[in-house]
């Protein structure tokens, strides 16, 4: 069985379905949910392969994900690491590389039809050739203006134009000076409202901020909602959070990297071997974590169940925002080039700054409190989701792993859950018509995310391990909105996949 493709439906999509609680106690009573389409996403990437080695990592995830998104662009750019004129020792640091793009994109083309054995919507080479370019190869603002348009910054022009009534997210993994080379020329062409109709669609996640472009874009355009981790990106894949690699390694770069070896570089195919090693700064002998933070821009929508791209304050596999714009999130990564005053003649900025999360590992019984816990919460997730998929592109059905399908009140979607709430109403959730494609037995969790949500402090959840669970809306503190996560998990021998389904609850 393959995964289920995601209906393109308009973002206002509603759909009701009456579902019944069973009375079984005092206070249950009939109510409804609605389900929330979530619309297939459209990304746009902005990365500076050849910078380092952690962008042409991702790429590699990237494109074994590229089934769950609509890709519009994949563009080499510039970034304080990577410009025209740096006269960098390492010859690849001193222009932007779009054949390090293409040099995937076919390695891609090579395991695709086995891929397709797997689950359906995989791109075709064509399409993401079609969608590859390079952006201004000079560093930030110094290569945009008037005349100075490439085919990268025309992919973005023709996506918020093209009458597609999607958002389109910029994954900001470099600099970000293609993208206001599009607003440039988009705002010279355009009449006032069509050029405010296509800044409606745009939206950005910018991966620390790799030039002064972002602080120009911000500050000319402040209705566009621009996202800026300057450190929660990094902890995707960093030295905190749960240990996903072999605990008895060395150190954990040394662990990622003997894990990727095993399940991504080695017998995983061509494009797996294009999976290059990471190398730490300035001391090559030693393994980095693997992949920085450029993955965390783009991977929460490939988890479509979980992650609601509309609501960062929401959290998923990208991290967790904050509720409001905050002056000058600086460019953390300038720091590393000298380039700091750059961004400050473009200042005040304001961007939406990165938000913390409390989180107790339900493995290890470990807190953890901070900036890097909106992502790492999730790093067995993905991390697992990721083995799974490279072995999909060599491995037929019967041999490889696949997703568990996570019902919700008898509903197989991956919509998200909407339901009001009164004060003393009992709720009960049914996930028993859950299954496995391969077979394997399911787990089940419920939790609440707090944070997501206005309440913060625990409610209970009775049954919260099987596929039931119910819980009663109390008195204030109460009030206010409840995010209600279920986890779907199968016991599979090789690599454990989860599925994942949000139930948005308003007490009044």
């Given at each position: 069985m393959k995964r289920r493709l995601r209906l393109l439906l308009p973002l206002a999509a509603i759909f009701a379905a009456t579902v019944t609680f069973a009375a079984t106690s005092?206070?249950?009573e009939t109510a409804t949910l609605r389900f929330v389409e979530i619309p297939r996403s459209r990304i746009v990437v902005l990365t500076d392969m050849g910078n380092e080695a952690d962008d042409s990592q991702t790429m590699v995830r990237l494109l074994v994900h590229a089934n769950q998104f609509d890709v519009e662009g994949l563009i080499a750019v510039s970034s304080c690491h990577q410009y025209a004129g740096k006269n960098d020792s390492d010859l690849v640091r001193n222009d932007v590389q779009p054949t390090m793009i293409t040099e995937r994109i076919h390695a891609y083309g090579r395991v695709r039809d086995n891929l397709l054995l797997h689950a359906d919507g995989w791109p075709t080479v064509e399409h993401l050739l079609s969608r590859t370019g390079s952006g201004p190869r000079e560093y930030g603002m110094l290569g945009v203006g008037d005349g100075r348009s490439t085919d990268g910054s025309e992919l973005i022009v023709r996506a918020l134009t093209n009458g597609d009534p999607r958002p389109l997210y910029l994954c900001i993994n470099a600099g970000a000076n293609c993208l206001a080379q599009a607003l440039w020329d988009l705002r010279a062409r355009l009449n006032a409202a069509a050029f405010d109709a296509a800044l409606a669609k745009l939206r950005i996640y910018d991966d620390a901020g790799q030039d002064d472009a972002g602080a120009w874009i911000a500050r000319s355009f402040p209705h566009v909602r621009y996202l800026r981790s300057q450190l929660q990106v990094f902890n995707l894949m960093n030295n905190d959070g749960p240990v996903t690699w072999n605990p008895s390694a060395a150190y954990p770069g040394k662990g990622q990297h003997d894990w990727a070896r095993e399940h991504v570089q080695t017998n995983h195919g061509p494009l797996g071997a294009l999976y290059p090693r990471r190398e730490k700064w300035q001391q090559p002998e030693i393994d980095h974590t693997l992949e920085g933070g450029g993955t965390s821009t783009w991977l929460g929508h490939?988890?479509?169940g979980l992650y609601v791209p509309e609501e960062p304050t929401w959290g998923g596999w990208g991290g967790r925002f904050a509720t409001q714009k905050r002056l000058n999130v600086r460019a953390d990564q300038l720091k590393w080039a000298d380039l700091v005053a750059t961004e400050e003649k473009f200042m005040p900025f304001a961007m939406v700054?990165?938000?913390?999360?409390?989180?107790t590992d339900p493995q290890t019984g470990?807190?953890?409190?901070?900036?890097?816990?909106p992502i790492f919460r999730w790093r067995r997730a993905y991390q697992n989701e990721f083995q799974a998929r490279m072995d999909w592109c060599v491995q037929p059905y019967a041999q490889a792993n696949h997703p568990p399908v996570a019902a919700l009140n008898g509903d197989r979607s991956e919509r998200i859950a909407r339901v009001d709430a009164l004060p003393g109403q009992t709720l009960r959730f049914d996930a028993s018509a859950s299954s496995d494609p391969d077979g394997d037995t399911l787990t089940f969790r419920w939790y609440f995310y707090p944070e997501a949500g206005t309440h913060l402090g625990p409610l209970p959840i009775i049954e919260s391990n099987g596929p039931l669970a119910r819980f009663t809306v109390t008195t204030p503190p109460h009030r206010g909105q409840l995010h209600l996560i279920l986890e779907v998990?199968?016991?599979?021998s090789g690599v454990p996949l989860t599925a994942y389904r949000r139930v948005v609850i308003d007490c009044d």
């Open positions: 005092a206070g249950e490939a988890n479509p700054p990165e938000a913390a999360d409390c989180w470990i807190h953890y409190h901070g900036i890097g816990v998990q199968d016991k599979n």
